[in-house]
């Protein structure tokens, strides 16, 4: 069955510091891959997708993810963390072609000043 | 971006009432829409597809008379949580399929606590 692993429930960095965000997948063909970000009591908001063509993918807000699949991760990262970022982020694979997302548990950003 | 809106983001209700969400596309047409839930600090779990004018497939586990969704038009389903109880207090959020069919757009959620 297809699931989602997000490894990190909290991550704290300095304003300014660059970000990793951990997502592993397990999934039996090419998996449709998003990040999503939610701030505290809001919806969710796309940052990113990966369908396939090029592994390393640009997202909105200067965050990008890159696509191993011999890692089957699919980790997002920003190179300078702005104070605005702190939320929480979540990865998720497409279950199936009727769009039905499967979510992994997320990571909450705290952003030091 | 197409947009998603979710209406009332905050309800508190009695229990024992019942509570409707509404949940429109406002600038493109939904043929299938989906409601799920979010308890406190976890994440997202599909409660159902609600496909415009049929019947919603509901997800294991979760019980469709209690959870009613209709989706009636192109731009409109429901969600109505029939005799609350304290444990039907969640976060609700649903998402839409955008045109291109690419991506889901996903409402601002509805914060509902049964009292």
């Known amino acids: 069955a297809q699931s989602v692993t997000q490894p990190d429930i909290h991550i704290t960095v300095s304003e300014g510091a660059s970000l990793e965000l951990r997502c592993n997948y397990s999934?039996?063909?090419?998996?449709?891959l998003f990040w999503y970000v939610q701030s505290p009591g809001q919806g969710l908001q796309l940052l990113l997708k990966y369908f396939s063509g090029d592994t390393l993918v640009q997202g909105i807000k200067g965050f990008e993810a890159e696509f191993k699949r011999s890692q089957s991760s699919f980790n997002l990262r920003k190179p300078s963390v702005h104070w605005s970022d702190a939320a929480e982020y979540f990865c998720a694979v497409l279950r199936d072609s009727s769009y039905k997302l499967i979510f992994g548990s997320g990571t909450r950003l705290l952003v030091r000043p | 971006g197409a947009v998603v809106s979710q209406h009332p983001s905050r309800v508190i209700c009695k229990s024992g009432t019942s509570v409707k969400i509404e949940c429109r596309s406002l600038?493109?047409?939904?043929?299938?829409m989906f409601w799920y839930r979010q308890f406190p600090k976890q994440s997202l779990m599909l409660m159902a597809t609600s496909n415009e004018g049929s019947k919603a497939t509901y997800e294991q586990g979760v019980e469709k008379d209690k959870f009613l969704i209709n989706h009636a038009s192109l731009t409109l389903s429901t969600l109505t949580v029939t005799s609350a109880h304290p444990e039907d207090s969640s976060f609700y959020i649903c998402?839409?399929?955008?045109?291109?069919?690419?991506?889901?757009?996903f409402g601002q959620g509805t914060r509902l606590t049964v009292v």
């Open positions: 999934y039996g063909a090419t998996p449709y």
């Open positions: 998402s839409a399929n955008g045109g291109s069919n690419t991506e889901a757009f």
């Open positions: 600038d493109f047409q939904a043929t299938t």
